[in-house]
């Protein structure tokens, strides 16, 4: 990992406070050490673009310059062009959703969304609620606003619906300013809330009037099991996001947000701000690309392909991880989440599983007060098969040496710490 260079900076003290609390990405961290031949990574959720047609994208690239050059080059509308919208509308409608091209903002990833939100939704020190684990960015985004962040734990069927309902119950009727949900495949944990507590969630952000925030990314690309409605189709009060990213191409940054006219109003003022507007060219090319291509059987061969590497992870962690670990089983998406023993601290070994040729993300990124040391993502999207088995039978060897100190404390009649992690397996 190397040494860190400590730098003076002549700055400190001149900076916002709002950036005291904001976090680097431990993924972006990761990038280095995850780009070198001989480690496998389980760090970054990259989509496996080698997957897309690369002459239906230069073909696409082609007609973007060729037939619409001069628009392609110029400023376009802050909401994104009413094409790309339309195909956004034809695409939630595939998975239930109704909703017209008004009802979208095209943005700059989804990430851009979340960042947009939390400038509009927040002041210093309001209460948000998260799942608990969650989204590491949805963190780094929403922590530039200064919020005070509530996560509510998780088990095999998604957010745990009781705990919310205590939480809700403790702060009154809009006391949190919103509740922020992946409820598909979610990021980190891989489990996918079930249709009862959709139900019941959308029930209680009802009674207690608070908006909900659907980041649905990996909603595509299930693996098996039957389709759950978004949230965003059993109330047109959710306000959704999407992205072309795990479909398409993560590097032309291309998400969109559909939400109540009120809210959409607002984030466009915030995205004028941020940027004017986004790419004119991105966006035409994305255009061609899903009127001109068979996308859907490009995603569904994707998540074949995913479906195998999830296997193979699967497949390892129960041939080579040790007895004392669990970790969840996703019906699609990129990630498992596995947890050790609570004294066993994955970020100080880090280090050293990089050492042995392997990258994963500790647990801790993915609360906002540090919980989940003993815990793991692993992405299984990128790597190939063969590669998985290989870097989880590393990763094994790694842990095996750390948990002897375990062991010798169960032999002694004392089990250090508690459990941390959501539901989960052992293989």
């Not at 962040?149 to 809009?174: C, F």
């Not at 996001?241 to 398409?248: A, D, E, H, I, N």
Request: net charge negative; with cysteine.
């Amino acid at each position: 990992m190397g040494t860190a260079r400590v730098v003076f900076d002549r700055w400190d003290g001149r900076y916002a406070e709002r950036m005291r609390d904001v976090r680097s990405s431990a993924v972006r961290d990761l990038f280095g050490a995850a780009s070198r031949a001989d480690v496998v990574s389980f760090s970054g959720g990259m989509p496996d673009v080698s997957r897309v047609p690369t002459e239906a994208v230069m073909e696409a690239m082609a007609q973007t310059a060729r037939d619409f050059g001069t628009t392609a080059l110029q400023y376009g509308s802050s909401e994104g062009r009413v094409e790309l919208r339309g195909i956004v509308v034809e695409m939630m409608a595939e998975i239930g959703v109704r909703v017209r091209v008004d009802d979208l903002v095209i943005t700059q990833g989804a990430q851009q969304a979340l960042d947009l939100l939390g400038k509009i939704l927040i002041d210093p020190g309001d209460t948000i609620i998260t799942e608990g684990p969650t989204y590491l960015g949805a963190l780094q985004a929403f922590s530039a606003y200064q919020p005070r962040v509530v996560t509510i734990p998780m088990d095999d069927e998604g957010m745990r619906i009781d705990a919310l309902e205590a939480e809700l119950v403790r702060l009154g009727p809009r006391g949190a300013k919103f509740i922020y949900t992946i409820p598909n495949f979610q990021n980190p944990a891989g489990v996918t809330l079930s249709p009862e507590r959709r139900r019941r969630l959308i029930e209680l952000a009802r009674e207690y009037d608070v908006p909900v925030i659907e980041d649905d990314p990996y909603g595509r690309l299930r693996f098996e099991g039957g389709h759950a409605k978004p949230l965003r189709a059993l109330d047109e009060d959710v306000i959704y996001l999407g992205t072309f990213s795990k479909v398409f191409a993560p590097g032309l940054r291309l998400g969109w947000v559909a939400a109540p006219r009120p809210i959409l109003g607002k984030l466009l003022l915030a995205k004028q701000a941020a940027d004017l507007c986004g790419s004119a060219f991105a966006q035409i090319a994305a255009e061609r690309y899903f009127t001109g291509t068979r996308w859907r059987r490009v995603v569904q061969d994707l998540t074949g392909v995913y479906a195998g590497r999830r296997d193979a992870m699967l497949d390892a962690l129960g041939e080579h991880f040790p007895g004392e670990a669990r970790w969840t089983r996703p019906e699609g998406g990129f990630f498992v989440w596995a947890e050790m023993p609570a004294f066993l601290d994955l970020k100080s070994l880090l280090a050293e599983a990089v050492e042995h040729g392997v990258t994963y993300v500790p647990g801790d990124a993915f609360f906002p007060d540090g919980t989940g040391r003993n815990c793991m993502r692993l992405a299984f999207c990128y790597a190939e098969p063969d590669r998985i088995r290989e870097g989880i039978a590393r990763l094994a060897e790694v842990l095996e040496d750390r948990l002897e100190l375990y062991r010798a404390f169960v032999d002694a009649g004392v089990v250090p710490g508690g459990p941390t992690a959501v539901g989960s397996e052992r293989g």
